[in-house]
């Protein structure tokens, strides 16, 4: 979801941006240390939202923690956020920095979103000071997404990302980006494993937003039925559904 969804509010955003984060909290930790977090003396967190991210870096680091994001509703609730946080509005294209002025430049869900990801990442590579880290936390790749049985469950996901603007096969392309920018690094895929229970947890958040972003995509009726059918194969034990998300730490050249 971008901040162009008219569908959501911010409270239904910072919701979601919520369970996301959970997902993926113990690879998220992992990586703040591969990133030498705990060292930094300035972050930028690319594309902040609400800010779920950008606390969590703060409450792991003495660094000076820089939230930025273009969306003002986004921004206007993480300043309610505790935290000694500087939250900045201004776009990932023109970054409001100094060249080189800070250690670390991470983003969490956000590349997928990027019209000119080409200037973005020239961006973070000009404020990244020699030898800073750009740690990119989580990209999806919808078109590599997988479901069983097929229920098209991923196939309206994918048209109503599309529909915002999202770039579907965005994980893939990390290892190009980063090389088109000037920037070594590695990328990986975050590991998973199949839990039905947590699943069963997610299922009736995932579907209320569901019923919101995907309206106009197909009839009330018809996603009713889809969501049956979904908790029925999850009950009988056959449903699988994984999304791939990528994963890079690059450093700029000393
Ligand atoms: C899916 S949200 C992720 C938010 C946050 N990183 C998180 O994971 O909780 C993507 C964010 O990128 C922001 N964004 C998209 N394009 C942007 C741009 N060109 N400049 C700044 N922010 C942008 C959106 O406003 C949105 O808050």
């Not at 989580?138 to 996901?157: F, Q, R, S």
């Not at 770039?167 to 990390?174: E, I, N, Q, V």
Request: neutral net charge.
């Amino acid at each position: 979801m971008n901040s162009k969804s008219s569908f959501l509010s911010v409270e239904d955003w910072d919701r979601q941006l919520c369970r996301q984060a959970e997902w993926l909290r113990p690879h998220r930790f992992l990586q703040y240390r591969h990133a030498g977090l705990v060292h930094a003396k300035s972050v930028l967190d690319l594309g902040c939202g609400t800010g779920r991210i950008t606390v969590e870096c703060s409450e792991k680091t003495s660094a000076q923690v820089t939230g930025l994001d273009f969306d003002p509703r986004k921004l206007e609730f993480a300043r309610s956020l505790p935290g000694r946080i500087k939250w900045v509005e201004g776009s990932a294209f023109d970054l409001p920095f100094p060249d080189e002025s800070f250690d670390i430049v991470l983003c969490h869900y956000v590349l997928l979103w990027l019209e000119d990801r080409e200037r973005a990442l020239s961006e973070v590579r000009r404020v990244l000071a020699p030898g800073g880290c750009f740690l990119i936390l989580c990209e999806p790749d919808y078109n590599a997404a997988i479901e069983e049985p097929d229920l098209g469950i991923v196939d309206l996901y994918r048209k109503s990302l599309l529909r915002e603007g999202a770039d579907l096969s965005c994980g893939r392309k990390l290892p190009g980006m980063l090389s088109g920018a000037g920037m070594k690094g590695r990328v990986g895929v975050v590991n998973f494993s199949w839990e039905p229970d947590f699943w069963h947890r997610e299922l009736k958040a995932e579907q209320d937003l569901r019923r919101k972003t995907w309206k106009d995509l197909v009839s009330p009726q018809k996603m009713e039925e889809l969501f049956k059918k979904e908790e029925d194969s999850l009950d009988k034990g056959e449903r699988f559904f994984w999304l791939p998300m990528f994963y890079a730490l690059a450093k700029k050249k000393q």
